[in-house]
């Protein structure tokens, strides 16, 4: 059965960091690119950043950039997501994505039909 269980999310003040974390079972991890994504509530679910199966080539989307980094596990089966310098802006409920290609070929926007989902973490950022 595959599984993939985000968490680590919850409540930030805005400046502060959360790490994330995506444990991966039921298939082969290190044979799949990761990413990450978020629904901020009433917007499109989006990309937020991608890893290749190695860890070695990395994408972020430009409102993260600096502060956030994807990195992952392949022997604990475990994918990360760290989150510095948070902004009320990056409050959202948080995916992780384990697609089949390269870390280059996820879409910007979510598609719930690509490879395997977790059933997401909230984080809030609020003072």
């Known amino acids: 059965q595959v599984q993939l269980v985000e968490s680590g999310g919850g409540l930030a003040q805005p400046g502060g960091s959360l790490r994330l974390s995506c444990a991966a079972s039921?298939?082969?991890?290190?044979?799949?690119?990761m990413g990450w994504y978020r629904q901020a509530p009433g917007k499109e679910c989006e990309l937020v950043a991608a890893?290749?199966?190695?860890?070695?080539?990395?994408r972020y989307a430009d409102s993260v950039k600096g502060r956030f980094t994807i990195s992952r596990d392949n022997p604990r089966n475990t994918a990360y997501l760290q989150l510095n310098s948070l902004k009320p802006e990056d409050t959202a409920v948080y995916y992780c994505?384990?697609?089949?290609?390269?870390?280059?070929?996820?879409?910007?926007?979510?598609?719930?039909?690509?490879?395997?989902w977790g059933q997401g973490t909230q984080v809030t950022v609020s003072s």
């Open positions: 039921g298939f082969t991890f290190s044979n799949y690119p």
């Open positions: 994505n384990a697609s089949p290609g390269t870390s280059s070929g996820f879409p910007g926007m979510c598609d719930m039909a690509r490879g395997y």
């Open positions: 890893l290749s199966r190695s860890g070695a080539v990395t």
